[in-house]
């Protein structure tokens, strides 16, 4: 069946732009993950949802970013006013609940802010 | 807060030997996770290790985890070249914190 998917696939933007970057979680999945991925690094943590609520957003780094799942489905991840250290691979997972679960990861979105 | 470290970082390793990637977390956890993640591409799931003294085995891939020890091995046997990629270990439940990989390179 098909996988988590994500879109854009590449995004530039300049800097003190908003960004939307958008998921599509595996169908039936009820829990949905964000993570960014800092070049050469490991994955941290953004923000998770169980259904179309947000249990735990403790590592959206700024009040600049936000997160929204509608429907139990979509999810959108907005960066407002884009700076540098925006710039990373944003990764989305899915997992069919929250707990035992493992998560299954989309290809990402990579942000550039020029 | 939740600190994983994987040693070691980098490891380059020969055709048909066997090595041991670990993975030390701060806090108790109840579950971790093994990735692997190829270079530009996502995440792929390996493990997922629900319990005290959990092993799991798949192919040259063998992972263990002993939560009093706070400590999970991936251990690999007899390496082949398309093994080579970052593994990733990370406790949690819903969050998940990752640590830094292990860039793992078989060579011939």
């Known amino acids: 069946g098909a996988g988590v998917s994500q879109s854009p696939s590449n995004k530039v933007t300049e800097k003190g732009k908003d960004v939307e970057l958008r998921c599509d979680p595996i169908?039936?999945?009820?829990?949905l993950y964000w993570y960014r991925q800092r070049l050469g690094q490991g994955l941290e943590f953004l923000i998770y949802?169980?259904?179309?609520?947000?249990?735990?957003k403790s590592g959206l780094p700024s009040d600049r970013f936000s997160a929204e799942r509608t429907g139990e489905s979509v999810s959108t991840l907005t960066i407002q006013r884009t700076q540098q250290e925006d710039s990373a691979v944003y990764l989305c997972?899915?997992?069919?609940?929250?707990?035992?679960?493992?998560?299954?990861f989309g290809p990402g979105t990579r942000l550039t802010v020029t | 807060e939740l600190k994983v470290e994987q040693n070691p970082l980098f490891l380059s390793m020969q055709e048909g030997k066997n090595y041991t990637i670990y993975c030390n977390y701060s806090?108790?956890?109840?579950?971790l996770y093994w990735y692997r993640q190829d270079p530009g591409k996502s995440l792929e799931s390996l493990f997922v290790?629900?319990?005290?003294?959990a092993v799991k085995q798949e192919g040259r891939l063998m992972a263990s985890l002993d939560t009093k020890a706070r400590l999970s091995t991936l251990h690999i046997t007899a390496a082949v070249h398309d093994l080579s990629a970052t593994y990733f270990c990370?406790?949690?439940?819903?969050?998940?914190?990752f640590g830094t990989g292990t860039r793992l390179t078989i060579i011939p």
């Open positions: 949802f169980q259904g179309n609520s947000a249990p735990d």
């Open positions: 169908s039936g999945h009820t829990a």
């Open positions: 990370a406790p949690g439940n819903e969050k998940l914190t």
């Open positions: 806090t108790t956890s109840d579950r």
């Open positions: 290790l629900l319990s005290n003294g």
């Open positions: 997972a899915s997992s069919l609940n929250r707990g035992y679960y493992e998560q299954y």
